[in-house]
Antibody, heavy 122, light 107 residues
Framework: EVQLVESGGGLVQPGGSLRLSCAAS????????MHWVRQAPGKGLEYVSA????????YYANSVKGRFTISRDNSKNTLYLQMGSLRAEDMAVYYC???????????????WGQGTLVTVSS | EIVLTQSPDFQSVTPKEKVTITCRASQSIGSSLHWYQQKPDQSPKLLIK???QSFSGVPSRFSGSGSGTDFTLTINSLEAEDAATYYCHQSSSLPHSFGQGTKLEIK
């Protein structure tokens, strides 16, 4: 059974940093691109970042470019999102999602984690 | 950036009714359009991939159609458990984008 379990969310002050993790199991992690999608309270879904299966290609939404860094450790079956210079508008539930191939091209998100809440407030 | 516009934003329907939700893309995306269902306090769940392919385990009352810029999610014989918000998602080009969501209320 495919499982994705996010962790690392919490309360952080504006300007602060946080690292999210997504532990994967039930599939060959190193064979799939991985993605982060967020959802602000009461709002819709926003695509945030992605990384190819070998980590060689990454993508960032303009809203987080230069502040967030996506990475993965295929030996630990874990995806990361290092978030810095956090703003109030970054407050959201962050979901990791499995892509459908090794690359970032035309993915579909068949599996999602349960999400981890990031609260940005002083 | 491709913008997806769903209609309606909200719909109140009765059980056994047929529901149609549309998603229009600001430019052609071929068949790279997917549909998700999200219930309160849950993560999204994939229903339909690549416009018309059912995802494993999804009830047969859910179906999708369309290509290019206009897409439709159809729910035949609605059930109470279908109360949720539905999102379309395009993965034709980066940044991948989602529609604003359609909230379905069961009367």
């Amino acid at each position: 059974e495919v499982q994705l379990v996010e962790s690392g969310g919490g309360l952080v002050q504006p300007g602060g940093s946080l690292r999210l993790s997504c532990a994967a199991s039930g599939f060959t992690f190193s064979s799939y691109a991985m993605h982060w999608v967020r959802q602000a309270p009461g709002k819709g879904l926003e695509y945030v970042s992605a990384i190819s299966s070998n980590g060689g290609s990454t993508y960032y939404a303009n809203s987080v470019k230069g502040r967030f860094t996506i990475s993965r450790d295929n030996s630990k079956n874990t995806l990361y999102l290092q978030m810095g210079s956090l703003r109030a508008e970054d407050m959201a539930v962050y979901y990791c999602a499995r892509g459908s191939s090794t690359s970032l091209i035309r993915p579909v998100f068949g599996y999602w984690g349960q999400g981890t809440l990031v609260t940005v407030s002083s | 950036e491709i913008v997806l516009t769903q209609s309606p934003d909200f719909q109140s329907v009765t059980p056994k009714e047929k529901v149609t939700i549309t998603c229009r893309a600001s430019q052609s995306i071929g068949s790279s359009l997917h549909w998700y269902q999200q219930k309160p306090d849950q993560s999204p769940k994939l229903l339909i991939k690549y416009a018309s392919q059912s995802f494993s385990g999804v009830p047969s009352r859910f179906s999708g159609s369309g290509s290019g810029t206009d897409f439709t999610l159809t729910i035949n014989s609605l059930e109470a458990e279908d109360a949720a918000t539905y999102y379309c998602h395009q993965s034709s080009s980066l940044p991948h984008s989602f529609g604003q969501g359609t909230k379905l209320e069961i009367k």
